[in-house]
């Protein structure tokens, strides 16, 4: 299956690029797709207990599954306002 | 009114559109640019969003303040881009039949979307930039 994910703010400067698309395996989760990213990029290891996610557009937990065509947002700490 | 606007906010206009007759009282709140931050001078401010998102999550903001407080209308706009010192980034507008109401639904509202709705905000000062929040590791959580 086929996720797009989207990048925002300071993972979207450090990956130097606002989206992407992988190929996971049916049913795999948030956590496998992030330990792939990790994977590719180590540098993004340090930043694995601040990064949240949403499919979507609505937050989840990393054991959540995705699906194909999913929308996964890598979301730093937010700072509106 | 839900809103993520490029162009500088009239937050008179945010307020009018949460005016209602049954409303005694419209709160505003306007979250204006500070020139420093943690000590040091801030130059400019920049905001970058997740517009599809965010719209989404200050709707669920909305949703949240209506069913805790018996208010009117509630409008939320942020603007994004580059927002010069010392003007508004976020003004929120609460109207209801009193004040007490319209003033908590108001604070809940700016302090929730500063957790959750998918906003950031980059600080330039001499020398440098920095993304608020990332250096922090601070997470959402609930």
Sequence with gaps: MIVHLRFFASLRERLKMSAAERTLADGATVAELWNALCRERPDLEPLSASVTFAVNREYVERTHRLADGDEVALIPPVSGG | ?142
């Design chain 2, 1 to 142: 009114m839900f809103a993520i606007v490029e162009d500088p906010i009239d937050a008179a206009r945010v307020s009018a559109a949460v005016a209602d007759p049954t409303s005694g009282a419209i709160v505003t709140f306007i979250g204006t640019t500070r020139d420093h931050n943690d000590g040091r001078a801030v130059t400019r401010l920049e905001y970058e969003a997740y517009p599809e998102m965010a719209l989404a999550e200050m709707r669920k903001i909305a949703d949240t303040a209506r069913q805790r407080w018996p208010i009117a209308k509630i409008a939320i706009v942020h603007r994004i881009g580059v927002v010069p010192i010392g003007e508004a980034s976020v003004v929120i507008a609460v109207s209801a039949a009193h004040r007490a109401p319209a003033f908590a639904a108001c604070h809940f509202a700016i302090d929730r979307l500063k957790e959750v709705v998918p906003i950031w905000k980059k600080e330039h000062f001499d020398g440098g930039e920095v993304w608020i929040g990332s250096q922090t590791g601070q997470r959402f959580t609930e």
